[in-house]
C-alpha cells in the first residue's frame, strides 16, 4: 500500500527585490533536488517580495520559468493570462519603480496607527509601533500588480491554499488575504498591499481600509501555518541569515528577523509539524548587499542563491524524501516549442480543478 502524500506548507518571506530574486533562486535548487513542484504545496503563505513569487507559484508560473525569464530568455509564442506575449513582461519581477499620481500628504502615514502605538505599545511588533509615523508612501505599485495581471486573469489565483499577508493600516494587525474570514480582495490588490512599504509605496485600499506590508508584523508570518494540520513546512526567508556578516545595521536586522523566525517555527513544530528553514548564507549576502531594493543584482542573486540553497538541502535529503515528484511544466519544461505550450494558468487550474 503506498503511504499517503504529506501535507506540505511553503512559507515565502518578505526582502525586496533582492529578497525576490533570492526567492526565485532558491525555489528553483528545490525542485532541482527534489523534483518536487512548489506550487503544489497545500498552503503557500507570501509576505512582500514572497507574496509575489507566491502568487506566481500559485498561478502556476514554475521556477524554472523564473530564472530564465529573468536571464533574458525569450520564449516565442507563449502567451501570458493577460493573453499578451510572455516575454514581453519586464524581467525584474515588479522592480520598477514610478511615482504615484496622487499629491503627497505631510505627517504621519496613518494618526490611528501612530497614536494607538503610543496607547498600547505591547500589542504590536516593533517594525509595527513605528510604521504609522512614517509619511504616506509616493511610489506606484502599478508594476507589482501587472505582474500579478499577467499571472492571473481571474480575481485569485487558481491554488485555494494561497495566503497573502499585509497589515492594516490604521490598526497594523495582520491579515492573511485568502484566508477563511479575510477581507474580500482581488488578488492584485492583496499583493500590492503585502509589499507596500510604509513611507516608499503609497497603501492600497482594500473595501474602504488601507493596508501596508505584512512584513511589518513578520518578514514570514510561519506561524500563520500552525493550526493548518500539516506534516512538513518549508519555510524560505531572504531577511534572515544563520551567518553573521555584514554591516552592523543590516546584520542587527537580520538577528532580530532569525529570532522572531525561530520562535515562529517552535510554534509550528509544536502543532505537530516537521519545519525546514532555508536562509542566505554568507556567499550570498555578499551579492545580495544591504539594500535589497537595488536592483541591478537580481540575476546574480538568483545565481547564487540556486547554488548555496542546493548545498543547504543537500543535508536535508532525508526530510525532504517524502515529498512527490511533480511533473512538467511545472518542474521542467513541456516538449516543443513555446507556442504549443498552455498558459501556466491554465495548467494550475486544471491541477487544482482534478485536486
Known amino acids: 500500500m503506498e503511504s499517503a502524500r504529506p501535507r506540505v506548507g511553503l512559507v515565502l518571506g518578505a526582502g525586496g527585490v533582492l529578497g525576490a530574486a533570492w526567492l526565485q533562486g532558491a525555489l528553483a535548487a528545490l525542485v532541482d533536488e527534489t523534483g518536487w513542484d512548489p506550487g503544489s504545496a497545500d498552503r503557500v503563505v507570501g509576505t512582500s517580495a514572497g507574496s509575489v513569487i507566491g502568487t506566481l507559484l500559485a498561478c502556476g508560473v514554475p521556477p524554472w520559468y523564473m530564472v530564465a525569464h529573468s536571464a533574458g530568455e525569450s520564449f516565442d509564442g507563449l502567451l501570458d493570462a493577460a493573453g499578451d506575449r510572455a516575454s514581453d513582461l519586464p524581467r525584474s ?103 507596500a512599504i510604509p513611507g516608499f509605496y503609497m497603501p492600497p485600499r482594500i473595501g474602504g481600509r488601507a493596508y501596508v506590508d505584512g512584513g511589518l508584523w513578520s518578514v514570514s508570518n510561519l506561524d500563520l501555518l500552525a493550526g493548518e494540520e500539516l506534516d512538513l513546512v ?66 546574480a542573486v538568483i545565481e547564487r542563491a540556486r547554488q548555496t540553497t542546493g548545498w543547504q538541502l543537500r543535508g536535508l535529503r532525508d526530510v525532504l524524501s517524502a515529498l512527490p515528484a511533480g511533473a512538467p511544466p511545472f518542474t521542467a519544461r513541456l516538449a516543443g516549442p513555446p507556442a504549443s505550450w498552455p498558459r501556466f494558468e491554465d495548467s494550475a487550474r486544471e491541477r487544482f480543478a482534478a485536486a
Open 234 to 299: 518549508i519555510c524560505l526567508n531572504p531577511t534572515s541569515s544563520r551567518d553573521g556578516v555584514g554591516a552592523p545595521p543590516g546584520r542587527f536586522l537580520r538577528a532580530q528577523a532569525g529570532r522572531r523566525l525561530g520562535h515562529e517555527a517552535r510554534c509550528v513544530r509544536a502543532a505537530g509539524a516537521e519545519v525546514v528553514l532555508l536562509q542566505p548564507l554568507a556567499e550570498d549576502l555578499e551579492v545580495m548587499g544591504e539594500n535589497l531594493m537595488a536592483s541591478g543584482r537580481r540575476h
Open 93 to 195: 519581477a515588479g522592480a520598477g519603480f514610478s511615482l504615484e499620481r496622487a499629491m503627497p500628504r505631510p505627517g504621519p502615514g496613518s494618526w490611528r496607527l501612530a497614536l494607538g502605538a503610543l496607547k498600547e505599545p505591547r500589542r504590536l511588533p516593533p517594525a509595527a509601533l513605528l510604521a504609522g509615523w512614517f509619511p504616506r508612501g509616493f511610489i506606484s505599485t502599478q508594476p507589482i500588480q501587472d505582474v500579478v495581471r499577467a499571472a492571473c486573469s481571474a480575481d485569485w489565483a487558481p491554488h485555494p491554499g494561497l495566503r497573502v499577508v499585509a497589515c492594516d493600516y490604521a490598526s497594523g494587525r495582520r491579515v492573511a488575504f485568502g484566508a477563511p474570514g479575510a477581507p474580500a480582495a482581488r488578488l492584485t490588490e492583496a499583493v500590492a498591499a503585502s509589499c
